[in-house]
């Protein structure tokens, strides 16, 4: 497994298509075939995210890596974030 061809594929197939509708993706880490991915800009929090990562993200690393089995999409929320859900969801 090599992260170069990774992302060159990335770069060069993956991420065009996302940026035209204002999104990206970057990758988190790969560990046994999964690749574990965080998906920015429009792309985050899209109804349409795990979709795109099934049919797209992870279709497209498939035909070219034998190695990947799986796309995972990493939805990390900031403490700032949580902290003010939890005062509104207080009042």
Same mark, same amino acid.
Do not use: Y
């Given at each position: ?12 197939? =993956?991420?065009?298509? @996302? ?5 990206? +993706? ?7 075939? &999964? ?21 797209? =993200?992870?279709?497209? @690393? ?5 190695? +990947? ?7 990390? &929320? ?14």
């Amino acid at each position: 497994m090599e992260m170069k061809a990774l992302e060159k594929i990335i770069n060069e197939k =993956i991420r065009p298509r @996302l940026q035209s509708h204002d999104g990206d +993706v970057q990758v988190i880490d790969v560990v046994d075939g &999964i690749v574990r991915v965080k998906l920015t800009g429009a792309c985050s929090g899209c109804p349409s995210a795990d979709l795109t990562t099934r049919d797209f =993200i992870e279709d497209e @690393l498939k035909k070219n890596f034998s190695w +990947v089995k799986e796309v995972r999409i990493i939805n990390e &929320i900031s403490e700032d974030l949580l902290e003010m859900a939890r005062k509104i969801l207080k009042k």
